[in-house]
């Protein structure tokens, strides 16, 4: 007993389930139904999650309309969001924190629409629906590609705006859905990958920048370096009275050199510094000479203004360059030039940078020193043009004024190997402001030196994907290639040995798809690989053409990926009075389907498309349909006989010549069918599996296994057949529908409710129910009398005519009695004789006060049921009698809890598969 508050909650369903041996069956039911559970939000939050999105989309519809006409306004009602994969919150907010891309203005993306299935049972579709439907889903199919406007929206033909910028392609696809104007549909979105969006080149140099700048301390000081008040100088005296000393340039620019006095070294470059302090060493210190160096460089401080990441003062060393300033200030903004920035001293522009020469040449003879007060002034960006396509560095560049084409192909590092220099395409923006396209040949000097724009687009197209003088091979072959073609080539020559080809080709149908003429128009030939190669020198071993594609198929798969669009090119090629050279086969052929017509194509030579005969075929005869235009006025089918006995023993007169749509039908050899099979267990001289024969009886069967044992419980027999199951299995599903729409409808009532503890309880008791059907599957026990069918004459009406997967399980002889249910103790009972169904239920400790005594039944040991509310035999105490291996069922009085008027049905299905399940589980 678990208790709970004030009451207390019985477990005697789980001791029925423990009893029967399916523990997880019917457990849960009636804990949950005896739980009350206060009124909660999250409950029916959960209980509208469980829907089908179809239902959830029912659940919103009815409360609209509830909301409408009570309050006469239309405000939406929020509910919590809904996913068909069961996403927990915590998954959920993942998501939508998660990296996958988002869409933005300009994206492209895929949409794939289908029709929603009506719901079992529903009325069928008027035709004209049915048309129009199929008629917007044509015209969304043929809108793909769709583009994103400037605005994030998305433009579907029959349908409103619907904004799409910000969400990903899953929640795309749920927006869609919702849309009132294709509710008869269910869209999914994919993005479209496009090509990398264009970067401005030469401003990556400055990502990963260091936030402080070291100065430089250990580099030569160059010759053209002007000392300063701060620098230090390092001068070693050498001679009689040696020494070392530091000097420090004072502010007012001199050094105090001792025994020589201040010495003005401002504004001089080191070399002269050096040579003056050594000289007056040398002139006035008698036997000595000096040598100087420079010791610890002054800090200068200049400005960087201007379009740079962080503008300032910073203070840097005095051997710093434009770039080194640069790099301490964050870089140049994607706005601020690269091109055309200004070192400004006293005022004057004393020197232009072109980084463009230090990124693509390593060239810094621009890269000017720094003095104290010196302003790098970074300009907006000037003539801006993007490249793109078949170039080493597709980008954005900063171009100079009247810039050729020429100059842009170099800043790009040049042409990939897979450009066409003639197709280069120019976007421009016209005085008029109208966008334009230009056509530009790179290969001529007039095409390289088109001046560029502000704004211009180049696009570099890549050479056509097609080979020239070559032939392709591919499919079931080891070795996929392109070989270049050679007059006089033909299909040996290409796959040289059958060696080549895989396990399980299609030696007798290689498909050659060709294109001719100037037109390029596609035809189609095929040949027999196995007579090419045993004759080479004969008409099978087809010559071939450049440009030709060879396909080797294989007997395992379908052909339809490569043979669809040979079918569709010929399709499009057709003309009135010139009919799509297509034909087709179907019936027992290995690989079925639509093919090409050939010149000169026959009905052996389709069947060799289709893969040859199977083993299911029927030689004798075959069924060519052929349609036929009369007289340009209408269309007519002839039905013709094909003798397949003639053509298949060599006669040239059975083999038909086809013509366009010709349909070869390879009909099925008579009584033809799969072994079919059924099994015996349990109590059986020979128990195991049994091939059968077409209309064989139960009672064969049994006494070809050797009949029954001694200790066999006939009457417990347990039968079950696979469509019964299947059939069953669809009952089930239908029921969890109903449920799960009774159970939505309950949870919208409780917000109106005030009977707040009754209609939790309900719930609660519906979620469990709802929860066990799902995981319920079914038995698809047929209920005999084992007896009689092995007593029955041939032809008699007790007969039971096999089938194949039948199961039949005949357990030994059983003394048990089984009670389960509503009672104090469900168990199983020994059968003692006398007894009555009163009296099991008195030794399990009687009913409980959820029973439902009216409705109480019993289950025979073959499956079948006495219902208690059926029979007059109940209305006097339960006084039928009792046989061994049956099973007593009280169930519970759903009448204590009215809300779902399905409960009743619910439970007495999971009770009675439990009890079936029991006895298939047994052997």
Known sequence: MISQGAGSVRLSLADAARVLGVP????????????????????????????????????????GQTSVAETGTSKPVELPAISESRLTVDEYTALLAGKE????????????????????????????????????????????????????????????????AGLTAAQSGARLNTEPALSAFKLEVAALPVEPELKPFGYDVFRNVPTTFAPATDIPVPADYVLGPGDTMEVLLIGEKGGRYTLTVGRDGVV????????????????????????????????????????????????????????????????????????????????????????????????????????????????????????IFIPPIGTTVAIAGEVQRPAIYEVLERTPVSQLLYLTGGLTPLADPRTARLNRVDDRRNRTILDIDLTTAQGRGTLLQSGDIVRIQPIRNSLEGAVQLDGHVYRTRAEQFRPGMRLTALLQSLDEVRPLAD???????????????????????????????????????????????????????????????????????????????????????????????TVGDLIRAGG?????????????????????????????????????????????????????VIKEMPLWGEQESVTLAGEVRFPGTYPIRRGETLRSVVDRAGGLTDLAFVEGSAFTRRELKAREQRQISALVERLQRELASLSLQQAQSTEVATTSQALAVGQALL?????????????????????????????????????????????????????????????????????????????????????????????????????????????????????????????????????????????????????????
């Open 771 to 923: 929860a066990e059907l799902k995981q319920t599957e079914a038995a698809g026990r047929l209920v005999i009398d084992l007896d009689a069918a092995m007593r029955s004459a041939p032809g008699a009406p007790g007969e039971i005519v096999m089938k194949d997967g039948d199961f039949l399980a005949v357990p030994r002889r059983t003394q048990e009695v089984t009670v389960i249910g509503e009672v104090q103790n469900p168990t199983s009972h020994l059968h003692q004789v006398g007894l009555l169904r009163d009296d099991y239920i008195a030794s399990s400790g009687g009913t409980t006060q959820r029973a439902d005594e009216r409705r109480t039944y019993i289950v025979r040991a073959n499956g079948r049921v006495l219902a208690g509310s059926e029979s007059r035999w109940f209305g006097r105490g339960g006084s039928k009698e009792i046989r061994p291996g049956d099973t007593i069922v009280v169930p519970v009085d759903v009448e204590q809890v009215r809300p779902l008027t399905l409960w009743g049905s619910v439970t007495q299905i999971l009770y009675n598969i439990a009890v079936a399940v029991a006895a298939v589980n047994s052997f």
């Open 256 to 375: 105090d050199f001792p025994e020589l006095g201040p010495i003005a070294v401002a504004g001089m470059r080191f070399p002269a510094a050096k040579d003056l302090l050594e000289g007056r060493v040398t002139e006035q210190m008698i036997g000595l000479r000096a040598s100087v160096s420079m010791g610890p460089l002054r800090s200068i401080q200049v400005f960087v203004l201007g379009e740079a990441e962080r503008p300032g003062s910073y203070t840097v060393s005095g051997l710093s360059t434009v770039t080194n300033a640069l790099l301490a200030s964050g870089g140049v903004k994607p706005i601020g030039s690269l091109r055309d920035i200004q070192v400004k001293r006293d005022g004057q522009v004393v020197a232009h940078i072109d980084l463009y020469d230090l990124l693509l040449n390593g060239d810094t003879g621009d890269d000017v020193r720094l003095l104290p007060g010196d302003v």
């Open 612 to 664: 040859g005969l199977d083993q299911a075929s029927y030689g004798a005869e075959a069924e060519l349909t052929r349609y036929e235009v009369v007289d340009g006025e209408r269309r007519q089918t002839d039905l013709i006989e094909v003798d397949l006995d003639r053509l298949l023993a060599g006669d040239a007169t059975a083999d038909l010549a086809l013509r366009p749509f010709d349909y070869l």
């Open 101 to 164: 891309q988002r869409f933005r203005a300009g994206d492209t993306l895929i949409l794939s629409i289908e029709a929603r299935q009506p719901e079992q049972g529903a009325a069928s579709s008027d035709p004209g629906a049915v048309r129009a439907a199929a008629d917007m889903r044509a015209r969304v199919l043929a809108g793909n590609p769709y583009r994103l406007d400037s605005t994030g929206v998305l433009q579907i033909p029959g349908a409103p705006p619907i904004p799409l």
């Open 24 to 63: 997880s069956l019917v457990a849960a039911l009636l804990l949950a139904a005896a739980t009350t559970v206060a009124a909660q939000t999250p409950e029916q939050i959960e209980i509208f999650r469980n829907l089908p999105p179809e239902q959830q989309r029912q659940v919103l519809s009815q409360i």
């Open 507 to 601: 030696l007798h149908y290689v498909l050659v798809r060709r294109e001719t003429g100037p037109d390029r128009r596609v035809s189609v030939v095929s040949a027999d690989l196995a007579a090419a190669f045993a004759n080479p020198v004969s008409e099978a071993n087809i010559a071939l053409q450049a440009r030709d594609r060879v396909h080797v198929f294989d007997l395992a798969t379908s052909r339809d990926e490569v043979v669809r669009p040979i079918i569709d090119d010929l399709r499009r090629q057709s003309l009135r009075g010139e009919p799509a050279q297509v034909v087709g086969v179907g019936g027992h052929v290995k690989v079925p389907g639509r093919y090409p017509l050939e010149a000169g194509m």
